[in-house]
């Protein structure tokens, strides 16, 4: 019927039920949700950092199910506007996902940081893992039968919404690991250990140092 209606079976249906073999993922934002449920252990039940770091290991089975769908997701080409919109939404979870996990788990080896700030950053983390997934599922009324009264204006306007704050998100979260990980470094800095910490995130983050 509309263009958004093919986004639905090409992106959110179909592409799902090809993934659906090596897990099962009910809709994207069940992605994010999981990781978030299970991140949520590092809080309420770690109680050393090794309990942190076996937790975070749940955490990251998750998220290695969840790449292989994203990155099956960015294979997907051709689409007509509206679906590429809603399929960029997805994605971006997905990079927020992305940075979590490759942030939190080089925090994990980074000596500078103790118990009690690791599991500080896991809970910010989670907070903003959530609101991605939380703004995900308002495209549910774009692509579901409560959505079909929708005019295409409406409908895009809802698309361009939802993306122009999960973008905005994104950056966010890329702040909120630059200013954890400066505090890191400056620590670092007192003990001559700077170099160590540069070799461990990489030099992009030194604009905040």
């Known amino acids: 019927m509309k263009k958004i209606i093919l ?14 073999a090596q897990f099962v993922v009910t809709d994207p934002a069940h992605i994010a949700t999981s990781i ?5 252990q590092i809080v309420q039940t770690s109680s050393t950092v090794s309990n942190v770091i076996k937790n975070f290991q749940e955490v990251q089975k998750l998220y ?13 080409h051709d689409l007509v506007k509206d679906a590429k919109k809603v399929k960029d939404c997805i994605l971006l979870v997905g990079d927020i996902g992305d940075i979590y996990v490759n942030s939190f788990q080089k925090m994990l080896s980074d000596p500078h940081f103790n118990y009690d700030e690791l599991v500080t950053i896991s809970n910010g983390y989670t907070m903003l893992l959530q609101s991605s997934a939380d703004m995900l599922l308002e495209l549910k009324d774009v692509v579901n039968a409560n959505g079909l009264s929708m005019t295409d204006h409406e409908r895009m306007d809802i698309i361009n919404y939802v993306y122009d704050r999960l973008k905005n998100h994104r950056n966010l979260v890329n702040y ?20 160590n910490v540069i070799a461990l995130y990489g030099k992009s983050y030194d604009r905040y140092w």
């Open 7 to 20: 986004l639905a079976s090409i992106v959110l249906v179909s592409f799902t039920a090809q993934v659906k």
């Open 36 to 40: 978030v449920n299970s991140a949520n």
């Open 64 to 76: 290695n199910q969840g790449k292989e769908y994203y990155d099956r997701l960015k294979a997907v």
């Open 176 to 195: 909120y690991t630059r200013k954890s990980i400066s505090v890191s470094y400056l620590r670092a800095k007192k003990e001559g250990d700077e170099d």
